[in-house]
């Protein structure tokens, strides 16, 4: 029984190994010489034929853009009220000169117990203000200062001949 399992662990071991055998390599060569001399005619398909171009006319290049957020409702303008007009005869402050996105809040500080701001203008001068101090192009009045921001009530026009008032916050971090 033994033997037989020797024979049978041999054969496919003989098998695997008259599989490597050598091959009629001089075939192969001789096969291979004869494909590099003449290798014969290269058939390409014709290319496929070209495709005509025809433009088309874009008729929406006046129309509002996808990519734009859609504009709201449009909603009446408030009238306003013609008693809140600014006092056009009141000296301007020098910060009034700028508008407000000019204009930098870079300290707050107490001055015999009142809040002061520091305000840069963009020529680089630091000026100090307190409570009551005008500031911006929309006629803003200082109405409060805390360490960190200044608070401003702008006048602005409507757009029907009245005036309203618009609360705006300066802080230190812009």
Same mark, same amino acid.
């Not at 496929?48 to 006046?62: I, L, N, W």
């Not at 859609?70 to 000169?97: N, Q």
């Given at each position: &029984?033994?033997?037989?399992?020797?024979?049978?662990?041999? +054969?496919?071991?003989?098998?695997?190994?008259?599989?490597?055998?050598?091959?009629?390599? !001089?075939?192969?060569?001789?096969?291979?010489?004869?494909?590099?001399?003449?290798?014969?005619? +290269? %058939?390409?398909? /014709?290319? *496929? *034929?070209? *495709?005509?171009?025809?433009?088309?006319?874009?008729? @929406?290049?006046?129309?509002?853009? /996808? @990519?734009?957020?859609?504009?709201?409702?449009?909603?009446?303008?408030?009238?306003?009220?013609?008693?809140?007009?600014?006092? &056009?005869?009141?000296?301007?402050? /020098?910060?009034?000169?700028?508008?407000? =996105?000019?204009?930098?809040?870079?300290? %707050? +500080?107490?001055?015999?117990?009142?809040?002061?701001?520091?305000?840069?203008?963009? %020529? $680089?001068?630091?000026?100090?203000?307190?409570? $009551?101090?005008?500031? $911006? #192009? =929309? @006629?803003?009045?200082?109405? $409060?200062? !805390?360490?960190?921001?200044?608070? +401003?009530?702008?006048?602005? /026009?409507?757009?029907?001949?009245?005036?309203?008032?618009? #609360? %705006?916050?300066? !802080?230190?971090?812009?």
């Amino acid at each position: &029984m033994r033997n037989w399992l020797r024979m049978g662990g041999a +054969l496919p071991v003989a098998l695997v190994l008259s599989a490597c055998g050598d091959p009629d390599l !001089t075939g192969l060569e001789r096969e291979l010489a004869e494909l590099r001399a003449d290798p014969g005619a +290269l %058939t390409l398909e /014709p290319l *496929p *034929p070209m *495709p005509v171009y025809r433009s088309v006319d874009y008729r @929406f290049a006046d129309a509002r853009s /996808p @990519f734009q957020a859609r504009l709201p409702e449009s909603r009446e303008l408030p009238a306003g009220d013609v008693d809140l007009a600014p006092d &056009m005869a009141r000296p301007k402050d /020098p910060l009034e000169a700028y508008h407000l =996105d000019d204009l930098a809040l870079v300290g %707050t +500080l107490m001055v015999g117990g009142q809040p002061s701001a520091l305000v840069r203008a963009p %020529t $680089g001068n630091v000026h100090r203000l307190r409570v $009551g101090d005008h500031m $911006g #192009s =929309d @006629f803003g009045r200082i109405v $409060g200062i !805390t360490q960190a921001s200044v608070q +401003l009530v702008e006048i602005v /026009p409507t757009g029907r001949g009245g005036w309203i008032e618009r #609360s %705006t916050l300066l !802080t230190l971090d812009g």
